[in-house]
């Protein structure tokens, strides 16, 4: 079977996108070699500069597409300062591509809290140590305060540091990709007017 035949059915028949992407990213996360669930995260600067870089999508339901970073990054800044954020997916075994835009929100601190307790204790101890897209001046710096921080907190929990949180973009339009022969892509994108409103679908030219 191709990786183009495994989601039953024709996608480009489906009327509501969040049950696609999550069968999309089911079937990823079977044949992706690595980090099924990484995603290009683009945000504009305050002087409308488009910025790109990877992160990693935690959590995802009908309010939105949820990941986790630190407040004080580039990334941190421009969200907080925009407001706005969009994704791209590439699962490259599918051959299939899965684009979101929209309005950002940070996650309430309940959410956050309980997923940095599922992180593994020296990932939490780096969320203390590393301030990070600032200068470094060395690896020494670095591995002096992640020793710093891990004897600071050698006994009980760790705690969420406040400049730690997550993102959750409630997506205005998501659009899905498949390869087809020929460069004649199928693609199909959900659209509507607001993060409460329902989704129109329009099939696009490749
Ligand atoms: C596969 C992959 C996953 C990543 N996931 C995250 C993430 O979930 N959160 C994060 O803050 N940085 C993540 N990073 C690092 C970011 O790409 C980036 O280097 C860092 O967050 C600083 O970005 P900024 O300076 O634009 O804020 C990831 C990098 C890669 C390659």
């Given at each position: 079977?191709?990786?183009?035949?495994?989601?039953?059915?024709?996608?480009?028949e489906r009327n509501e996108p969040f049950d696609l992407f999550a069968e999309w990213l089911k079937e990823a996360?079977?044949?992706?070699?690595?980090?099924?669930?990484?995603?290009?995260l683009a945000t504009v600067d305050e002087d409308g500069l488009p910025?790109?870089?990877?992160?990693?999508?935690?959590?995802?339901?009908?309010?939105?597409?949820?990941?986790?970073?630190?407040?004080?990054?580039?990334?941190?800044?421009?969200?907080?300062?925009?407001?706005?954020?969009?994704?791209?997916?590439?699962?490259?075994?599918?051959?299939?591509?899965?684009?979101?835009r929209g309005p950002v929100e940070i996650v309430t601190d309940e959410e956050a809290d309980a997923y940095f307790k599922t992180r593994a204790r020296g990932s939490r101890i780096g969320a203390w140590a590393s301030k990070q897209s600032r200068p470094l001046e060395s690896r020494f710096?670095?591995?002096?305060a992640v020793a710093e921080y891990t004897a600071r907190y050698a006994i009980g929990e760790i705690p969420r540091p406040a400049h730690w949180s997550g993102f959750r973009i409630r997506p205005l339009s998501i659009e899905f990709w498949k390869d087809q022969k020929f460069r004649l892509h199928d693609r199909i994108e959900f659209r509507r007017a607001s993060p409460e409103g329902d989704w129109t679908k329009v099939r696009m030219y490749p």
């Open positions: 079977m191709s990786a183009n035949e495994l989601t039953s059915g024709d996608f480009t996360e079977d044949s992706e070699i690595n980090d099924p669930n990484a995603v290009a910025n790109v870089r990877m992160v990693l999508l935690k959590g995802f339901d009908q309010d939105g597409f949820v990941f986790y970073t630190n407040f004080e990054s580039q990334k941190g800044q421009e969200l907080l300062g925009q407001k706005k954020a969009a994704m791209c997916f590439h699962w490259k075994t599918l051959r299939r591509q899965v684009r979101l710096a670095l591995e002096k």
